[in-house]
C-alpha cells in the first residue's frame, strides 16, 4: 500500500500555451494507458487553442480496449485478442508482470512464473520470454494503433501505469519501451495523475474554477486508489492506493464460492477460464440484480454441471473484507484532505458493484446518488496521458511525472536487441506467408462464387472447376506438409491459376468490366447532382464533438424513416454510420454525453428491433439465428449505455429466448419486469421463458431415468 498526503508529489496539470515541438513542426502525442488487464491507446496533436483534440484509438480488431497479454505461436508475435485465443503459452497481466512477475503469477494464478518459455519458435529452440522483452512487444503493437502515422517528427509517448508503481518497474518499463521504439520521448505517470489531467482537460474553465476539492475514486481491476485534486489549479492534495485489492479480488470471491463446493481449480487452466468467465458474468448480474445463478456445463472432473445460486446479500458478506479495505483507503485520503469536497468522481468498473458505491459514499460522507460519473472509466486514464504528452510537448511544466527521458538504442542490450529484431523479422515473414497463402485460397472461392452466380454461363465450368480442384488439392497437401508452402510458391501459383481464369472466362471479365464502368457512371452522375451541398458523410477524425453529434443525430433519424418503409437492412446501415460518428465523439461536456448516450440507446434499441425482424422473416435456418445473434449483441449494447432500459432488456430478453438461451433470457427478463412491471408483454415473456425452463429441466430429469433405469 502507498500513501502520499503532502504536496511534495502533488502534481498540477498546466495549461497549454504554445503549438510545435522545439523543431517548429507538429508532433503527435501518444497516450497509453498500460493496465493489468487492458491497455488504451489515445493520440493528440497540440494545437494553437487552449485545448488539444484527443481522440481514443482502436486496435486491429476494433476494440478500444487491448487485452495486457502476449504469445509466441508458429512464427508469429501475438498481443491482446490474438494471443489469448491460443488458449496455452502467453503471458498474461503485463503491467503486474513487469513490477513483480512472481507476486502477479501467485495473485491472478497465471501458468507461468517469471517468463514464457523455454519454447521452439521458428528454427530457435529454447527461446525465453521475459516480461520486459513481452512488454516491448506489446508497447510496438500499441505505438502502431495511434492514429499519428504522419508524425513528422518523433513523438512524445506518455504512458501510465499502477498507482503505486515502484521504480524498479519504471526502469523496467523505459527499457521496454526503448526496445519497442526508440529514438522516442517517454514519459510514465501514475494513473491518479492521468485522471486528474483528462478531468481538467473535459471540464470548462468556469466549472473547474467552482469544483474546488474534487475525490476521484478508481476501482479498477488490480488496484483501487483514491485521489483529492484541487482545482481549478489541479493539485494532487492526498492520495492512496491499495495494490492488492481490485475488481479481480471480487471475481475470486465468487469462483471461491464455486470452489468451495466442486474443488480446487487453477485459473489459469481452460477450467479455469471458464470459471473466471462465468464469475464475472455472474458479478456483473448481482450488480443489476439481487439474484442470479451462475452455471457452467460440463465443468467438473467427472464432467457435470455446476448450478450455483447467488444472492447479493451472500457475495456482499463474502466479500465485505475487500469492500472494507476500499472504503477505509477512500475515508483517509478524505481525512488527509482536510476540507469539504466539492465533487465525488468514481473510474473504474469497480464503481458499478453497489457495496463498492455504498463503501465510497460512507467513506466520503455523501448520499450515493451524488456520486459522479463523469468521466468515461474505459478511456479517461489514456486521455489523460495524451493531455500529459500535449503538456510536455509545448514546453509546459508538469508536476508529478515519474519519468520523462529521451529513449535511446544504448538502453537496451545487445542480446535482447538481436533476439527482438530477429522475432519481428520472423513475424514478418510469417505474416507475409500467411497473406499469400489467403489470397490463393480466397481466390479459389471466389471463383466459385463466379461461376454460381448471375453470369455463371460465361466461364466455362467443365475448364475451371477441374482446374479448381487441382489447386484446392495442392492447397491442402501443403497444410500437411512438412516444409511449409513459401510465400514465392503461393503467389506464383496464385498468378498462374488467375492468368488462367482470365484466359479461359474472357466474356466473363469483359461484362463485368462493362459492369463496373456502368457503377461508376451512375456514381458520377449522382455525385454531379450533389455538387455543391454539404459532405457530410467524410469522416474527419478531429471534427468537434458537437458537429459529430449532429451529424450522428441525422444518420439516426435516416435510419428511422427507412426503418418505417420498411428497409430493414438499410436502416441497419444507417444506423450504424451514427455509432461511427458517436464512437469518434470526444471530449464532451455533460450535456452533449447526454445526447451521445441517448442517440447511442436509439440506435442500439433500433438495430435489436431490426434484427429480431429479419430473424422473423427468415425462413432460412442459419439465417435466422445470426440474426437473432445479432439482435442480441445490439441489445447488449443498449444495457450497456443504460441498464435502466426496460426496452433494452425485454428486447435482450427476447432474442435470448428465440436463441434457446431460456435461463440468460429470463434474467434479462427479470431485469425489464422490475424497470417496468405492468408491461404485460413482458410479464408474458418472462412467463414463457420460466415455462421453457421447466419444459426443459423436466426433460432432463426424463432422460436421466430413462438412461438409468
Known amino acids: 500500500m502507498s500513501s502520499n498526503s503532502n504536496s511534495s508529489n502533488s502534481s498540477a496539470p498546466s495549461t497549454p500555451t504554445s503549438s510545435s515541438s522545439p523543431s517548429g513542426k507538429f508532433t503527435w502525442c501518444v497516450g497509453i494507458d498500460f493496465g493489468t488487464r487492458t491497455s488504451v491507446v489515445a493520440s493528440a496533436l497540440p494545437a494553437t487553442t487552449a485545448k488539444a483534440a484527443i481522440g481514443i484509438d482502436v486496435n486491429d480488431v476494433s476494440n478500444r480496449a487491448t487485452p495486457s497479454v502476449v504469445a509466441l505461436s508458429d512464427g508469429l508475435r501475438l498481443t491482446g485478442e490474438h494471443a489469448m485465443n491460443q488458449g496455452d503459452g502467453y503471458i498474461s497481466h503485463l503491467a503486474s508482470a513487469l513490477e513483480d512477475p512472481i507476486a502477479c503469477s501467485k495473485r491472478f494464478e497465471c501458468g507461468w512464473e517469471t517468463k514464457l518459455g523455454p519454447v521452439d519458435h521458428a528454427d530457435r529452440q529454447g527461446v525465453e520470454l521475459t516480461p520486459t522483452q513481452a512488454t516491448a512487444m506489446y508497447l510496438k503493437n500499441l505505438r502502431s494503433y495511434a492514429s499519428c502515422d504522419d508524425a513528422e517528427v518523433p513523438d512524445i509517448m506518455a504512458i501510465t501505469v499502477p498507482d503505486g508503481y515502484s521504480d524498479e518497474a519504471v526502469e523496467k518499463l523505459v527499457k521496454a519501451a526503448a526496445l519497442a521504439t526508440p529514438n522516442h520521448h517517454l514519459v510514465v505517470l501514475d494513473h491518479n495523475l492521468a485522471i486528474a489531467n483528462a478531468y481538467k482537460h473535459k471540464e470548462s474553465e468556469a466549472k473547474l474554477q467552482a469544483a474546488g476539492l474534487v475525490l476521484f475514486v478508481d476501482v479498477g481491476y488490480s488496484h483501487a486508489t483514491a485521489t483529492v485534486v484541487s482545482y481549478p489549479e489541479g493539485k494532487i492534495v492526498a ?107 468514481l473510474v473504474g468498473g469497480g464503481s458499478r458493484i453497489p457495496c463498492v458505491r455504498e463503501a465510497i459514499a460512507k467513506a466520503a460522507n455523501v448520499p450515493s446518488d451524488q456520486l459522479g460519473a463523469g468521466l468515461d472509466g474505459s478511456s479517461c486514464v489514456a486521455a489523460g496521458a495524451a493531455a500529459v504528452a500535449v503538456d510536455v510537448a509545448r514546453g509546459d511544466t508538469v508536476e508529478g511525472i515519474k519519468k520523462d527521458v529521451q529513449l535511446t538504442d544504448d538502453m537496451v542490450d ?118 455543391g451541398k454539404e459532405k457530410e458523410d467524410h469522416d474527419y477524425r478531429k471534427m468537434p464533438a458537437s458537429e459529430r453529434l449532429r451529424m450522428a443525430a441525422k444518420n439516426k433519424e435516416e435510419g428511422n424513416v427507412v426503418f418505417k418503409a420498411g428497409n430493414l437492412q438499410d436502416a441497419v446501415s444507417r444506423y450504424a454510420r451514427a455509432m461511427q460518428h458517436l464512437n469518434k465523439a470526444f471530449d464532451m461536456s455533460p450535456e452533449q454525453q447526454a445526447e451521445h448516450d441517448s442517440i447511442a440507446l436509439s440506435c442500439h434499441l433500433n438495430t435489436a428491433q431490426c434484427y429480431i425482424k429479419m430473424a422473423a422473416k427468415e425462413s432460412d435456418k442459419e439465417k435466422a439465428e445470426r440474426a437473432w445473434e445479432k439482435a442480441v449483441d445490439a441489445a447488449k449494447d443498449a444495457v450497456k449505455i443504460k441498464d435502466g432500459s426496460a426496452k433494452a432488456h425485454y428486447r435482450l430478453a427476447f432474442a435470448l429466448d428465440h436463441l434457446g438461451k431460456f435461463d440468460e433470457g429470463l434474467t434479462s427478463a427479470k431485469r425489464a419486469r422490475h424497470l417496468a412491471p405492468e408491461d404485460k408483454e413482458i410479464v408474458r415473456l418472462e412467463s414463457r421463458l420460466q415455462t421453457q425452463i421447466e419444459r426443459q429441466n423436466a426433460k432432463a430429469k426424463k432422460m436421466y431415468k430413462k438412461m438409468f433405469a
Open 239 to 345: 492520495t492512496e492506493t491499495t495494490k492488492a485489492v481490485g475488481v479481480f479480488e471480487y471475481i475470486r470471491t465468487i469462483c471461491d464460492l464455486v470452489r468451495d463446493q466442486h474443488g480446487a481449480v487453477k485459473l489459469c487452466t481452460r477450467r479455469g477460464r471458464r470459471l473466471l468467465a462465468a464469475a464475472e458474468k455472474a458479478l456483473k448480474q448481482l450488480s443489476m440484480l439481487a439474484d442470479t445463478t451462475l452455471e457452467l456445463e460440463c465443468f467438473t472432473e467427472d464432467d457435470g454441471d455446476v448450478r450455483l445460486a447467488l444472492t447479493r446479500s451472500k457475495f456482499e458478506d463474502a466479500a465485505k473484507s475487500i469492500t472494507a479495505a476500499i472504503q477505509d483507503t477512500v475515508a483517509r485520503v478524505v481525512s488527509a484532505a482536510g476540507c469539504s469536497l466539492g465533487r465525488v468522481e
Open 414 to 531: 545487445s542480446k535482447e536487441r538481436e533476439l527482438e529484431e530477429w522475432m519481428q523479422d520472423v513475424h514478418d515473414k510469417e505474416t507475409s506467408r500467411l497473406l499469400a497463402k489467403n489470397a490463393f485460397e480466397t481466390y479459389i472461392y471466389t471463383v466459385r462464387d463466379w461461376m454460381n452466380g448471375d453470369k455463371e454461363g460465361l466461364l466455362p465450368k467443365d475448364k475451371i472447376a477441374p482446374r479448381l480442384d487441382k489447386e484446392e488439392l495442392w492447397f491442402e497437401d501443403g497444410q500437411y506438409a512438412e516444409v511449409p508452402v513459401s510465400t514465392e510458391q503461393y503467389q506464383d501459383r496464385l498468378k498462374a491459376l488467375e492468368g488462367f481464369v482470365q484466359s479461359e472466362g474472357e466474356a466473363f471479365f469483359k461484362a463485368r468490366e462493362e459492369d463496373r464502368q456502368k457503377a461508376e457512371k451512375e456514381l458520377e452522375e449522382r455525385a454531379a447532382q450533389e455538387k
